[in-house]
């Protein structure tokens, strides 16, 4: 499979993972145990994942399309989930993040 597909797969169920921990803070208690936990198991699932990406791809690179792919992910969510606004800075920092993924695959 190609490490690429894997990393952008391995983010999504992240960023999946990083949506239930969110709903765990989000109720009116402090913690909601049940999303908390589907969170953490969530996250947990990505281990071998990882280890295989990381055995395929150079570190530096699997970093910006990680990154890139998170906070892609992070800002959907965000915005459509939990209805949360975008400043210009933000929106500046995901074109830069998107650039920095373009250099990377021109000069990588």
Known sequence: MNPILVIILLSTV???GDYFI???????RFI????????????????FGWFYVMKHIKLSSLGVIYSLTT??????IGVFSFH???NVYEIIG???????????????
């Open 71 to 76: 906070v892609l992910l992070l800002v959907a």
């Open 14 to 16: 992240g960023v999946i």
């Open 84 to 86: 949360e606004k975008l």
């Open 94 to 108: 995901i074109i830069a993040a998107i650039t920095s993924v373009i250099l990377l695959s021109k000069f990588a």
């Open 22 to 28: 969110k709903l765990a803070g989000h109720g009116q």
């Open 32 to 47: 909601e145990t049940k999303w908390f936990v589907i969170g953490f198991i969530i996250y947990a699932s990505t281990a």
